[in-house]
C-alpha cells in the first residue's frame, strides 16, 4: 500500500489519539484503533509478524521485508503511542484527580457513540450475532466490576501484566491500563514511565510483545473466518464497559498503593444524587460533545474518498 508522507502522518496522531486513551483505566485504545479505521489493519500487521520475515530478509533483502511487515505503519503509529506515554500521561492523571466528572464525561460520549460505530459495520443480524453481543457486553460488564488486586513489582509478574493488559489493549471496549489496575501494576507502571524507569519498562514491553504477537494472531484468525460473530463480540466488549467510564460514581471503598489513595470499589449512580453540583450541564455538554466527534470524524473518513 502506497502512502504520502501525510497518511503516516495522520497514523501517528491515530497512534497519540490511541495511547492518550490506553493510560486512562477504562477507556480502550482498541476502541480508538476502530473508530479511526485501522483496527484491522492493526490486527493484520501484528499478525503477520512471524519467523518467515527473517527468511525474506535474508533472501529478498530488508525492503522486502520491511513491505511485507508493514514497518512504516507500525512506526507511525507506535512513535504516536509512545508520545502519548511519556507526554500526555502526567496531564491525564492531573485532569482525572481534578475534573473526573467532566472527563468521564466525555470518554463516555465517545465511547457510546463508537457502539454505534462498530455496530453498524455489522452486516446481517441474526440470532447469533445478538448472543455473541449479549456474552461479549457481559464478559467485559465482569470483568470491569473486579475489585483491583494487590500491588506486586516483580519481574515474572510484570511479564505477566504487560502480557495481559496488552491484549485488552488491542480489544475495543477493555482498557490495558484497566486490567493493569486490576492487577495491581498501574502504580508501578506509570511511576516508572514517570521516573524513566527503563528497567521496569522493559520487563511489561517484553511481556506486552509477547501477549501481543499471540493474542493478534487469534484474533486475525477470527476476522478472517467469523468476522461477523467477531464484530458483535467487539460491539458487546464495548457496551459491556460503559459502567466503568459512567461518570457519576459513588465510592464503597478505598486503599492506599504507597502514598496515594486509590478507589477499589464504586458503583454508578444516577446524576440527580448530586443535587446543585454546578458541573452538571457541563458534563453533558461534553457527554453530547465525545458522541458527536465519533459521528462527525466517520462523516469526514466517509466522505474523504469522494474529495480525492
Known amino acids: 500500500m502506497q502512502r504520502s508522507f501525510r497518511d503516516y502522518f495522520t497514523i501517528t496522531l491515530k497512534g497519540i489519539a490511541m495511547g492518550a486513551a490506553d493510560v486512562v483505566p477504562g477507556v480502550s485504545g482498541g476502541t480508538i484503533a476502530f473508530i479511526s479505521g485501522i483496527y484491522e489493519e492493526l490486527i493484520a500487521t501484528i499478525g503477520g509478524v512471524n519467523l518467515s520475515l527473517l527468511k525474506v530478509w535474508r533472501t529478498e533483502g530488508f525492503s522486502s521485508m520491511w513491505k511485507q511487515l508493514n514497518g512504516s505503519f507500525l512506526v507511525a503509529l507506535l512513535s504516536g503511542i509512545l508520545i502519548s506515554v511519556f507526554t500526555l500521561m502526567r ?142 463480540v467487539l460491539t458487546g466488549f464495548i457496551a459491556g464497559s460503559l459502567n466503568k467510564i459512567w461518570p457519576w460514581k459513588k465510592v464503597l471503598e478505598t486503599a492506599t498503593f504507597g502514598d496515594k489513595e486509590m478507589v477499589v470499589r464504586e458503583s454508578s449512580v444516577l446524576p440527580w444524587n448530586f443535587p446543585g453540583d454546578p458541573q452538571m450541564l457541563f458534563a453533558v455538554a461534553l457527554m453530547v460533545a465525545g458522541f458527536v466527534l465519533i459521528i462527525a470524524l466517520e462523516h469526514f473518513a466517509t466522505q474523504k474518498p469522494l474529495s480525492e
Open 91 to 232: 496531564l491525564t492523571n492531573y485532569l482525572l484527580e481534578t475534573h473526573p466528572v467532566l472527563i468521564w464525561s466525555f470518554f463516555f460520549g465517545l465511547v457510546l457513540s463508537s457502539i454505534w460505530f462498530v455496530g453498524k459495520q455489522i452486516p446481517k443480524w441474526n440470532f447469533k450475532v445478538v448472543i455473541a453481543l449479549l456474552i461479549g457486553a457481559g464478559v467485559a460488564f465482569y470483568i470491569v466490576s473486579l475489585p483491583p488486586m494487590g500491588g506486586n513489582s516483580s519481574s515474572l509478574f510484570l511479564f505477566f501484566a504487560g502480557a495481559v493488559a496488552v491484549c485488552a489493549m488491542i480489544l475495543p471496549g477493555i482498557s490495558g491500563a484497566f486490567i493493569l489496575l486490576l492487577l495491581g501494576a498501574y502504580k508501578t507502571v506509570t511511576e516508572a514511565a514517570h521516573a524513566f524507569d527503563i528497567k521496569t519498562l522493559a520487563i511489561v514491553a517484553v511481556g506486552a510483545v509477547f501477549g501481543l504477537l499471540s493474542f493478534s494472531k487469534l484474533l486475525k484468525w477470527l476476522f478472517n473466518n467469523y468476522s461477523t460473530i467477531t464484530l458483535a
